[in-house]
């Protein structure tokens, strides 16, 4: 499944109390037909972010709460109050050969520093992600996505990406 700007779910308007819950103001097309999640992007600094969901509440108003996986303390979720929140499209992406084939090319970043190489390509139902082992052997997820793809060169076996910024923080 992939981001779609035109699947809006709604904006975040506060935090709620210090385990990472954030509000959710429904948009109107979707108060009465939430259905089960697993996963949202957020719109920071313009770009899509995905976040799986750990906890989803809905009590029948237009706000529901949820809770992002590692993100269970008030630090980290403030900064996102007043993102938009995105659904994923219906679509899952199946892994073709050719992405497949990826493993092993070196990633840089769009500065041309070295971020790692492709240890792997994780099919998750929000978002493929490119596991990447950096050269410290760190472990680093990043969004699979065209967005943050600036270019595949398959005869040097490299990938070039433009990453917004703190997104390797995450990891």
Known sequence: MGYNANILLGRIIKIQGY??????KLEKDYIDNISEME???????GKP????ISYSQYSGDDILKLRFEGYGAYEKVS???GCRLFLTTGERKSVRSEDAALTGFTVFLSNKSILGTIGEIINNP???LLKIISPQKKEIL??????LIVRIDKKKR??????PEGLIDLN
């Open 49 to 52: 972010v995905p976040f799986f």
């Open 39 to 45: 996963s949202v992007f957020l719109e920071i600094e």
């Open 19 to 24: 385990d990472g819950t954030i509000a959710v």
């Open 79 to 81: 900064d996102f109050q």
């Open 126 to 128: 929000g978002q493929d």
């Open 142 to 147: 990043i969004p699979f996505h065209n967005d």
């Open 158 to 163: 490299t990938i070039m990406v433009q990453i």
